[in-house]
């Protein structure tokens, strides 16, 4: 059972341009949340989806930012128009669906970096 | 303090010591769950403890929580070099069918040779 995936492992991006990472989910997770991790702190929510829902997007910058998880395919988080301060890793983790099943289990995680 | 705040902020041990790191939150929870990160990587999961549980063993990981001082603490025995880490706990509430964790800011475990 292959684990989360997510792609590209290193992206960079010049100031304005679009950053697209990817997160497959691990086989029969439904459930995925995107994390940021700027350096030396801890991870900070994002967003949270189920297939084809967002069911909580507290965590995420009001513009600029947006994440989906299409009925088929990985989920996306993309980020328009990049600053030097979306620099950061950006972690994907799935859990399983149903009452009870809370552990979440995380990507390798795309460490942007804007230049 | 932020919800899941460890302390200390970083370690140094021998190896073949136990480490003990500790974590606090200030809301109410349904579970802790601690989480090791190796440098430049990805989050592995360590242990889940739910809030009716005091206590939790998985080999050499004995992680404990108190709901009533809102803390929880790790320890890892008979440590190893490869032990070497920043370990988050993490913790969560409930909403919506999911869980959205709030991590802590982590401490540093490093066991020498």
Redesign the interface.
């Known amino acids: 059972n292959a684990g989360v995936m997510q792609n590209p492992r290193h992206l960079v991006r010049r100031r304005g341009q679009e950053a697209r990472l990817r997160c497959s989910p691990m086989k029969g997770h439904s459930?995925v949340?995107w994390?940021r991790q700027l350096p030396e702190?801890?991870?900070?929510?994002m967003v949270?989806l189920?297939k084809e829902n967002i069911?909580?997007e507290?965590?995420m910058p009001k513009e600029r930012f947006s994440a989906e998880f299409p009925k088929e395919g990985p989920s996306i988080l993309r980020i328009q128009q990049v600053v030097r301060g979306d620099s950061a890793a950006y972690?994907c983790?799935s859990?399983p669906a149903g009452?009870g099943r809370?552990?979440?289990?995380?990507?390798?995680?795309t460490?942007l970096t804007v230049t | 303090s932020q919800q899941g705040e460890e302390d200390p902020q970083a370690l140094s041990i021998q190896e073949g010591e136990n480490a003990t790191m500790n974590c606090s939150y200030k809301t109410s929870i349904n579970n802790l769950q601690w989480y090791r990160q190796n440098s430049g990587r990805g989050l592995v999961h360590l242990i889940l403890i739910r809030s009716n549980e005091r206590e939790k063993h998985s080999g050499r990981l004995r992680v404990t929580l108190d709901t009533s001082k809102k803390s929880s603490s790790l320890l890892i025995t008979a440590s190893r070099a490869a032990d070497t880490a920043s370990y988050f706990c993490a913790t969560d509430r409930i909403t919506g069918g999911g869980n959205k964790l709030t991590f802590g800011t982590g401490t540093q475990l490093k066991v020498e040779l």
């Open positions: 459930h949340y994390y702190e801890g991870l900070k929510f949270y189920q069911i909580d507290s965590g972690f983790a859990s009452q809370y552990e979440q289990y995380f990507g390798p995680g460490r």
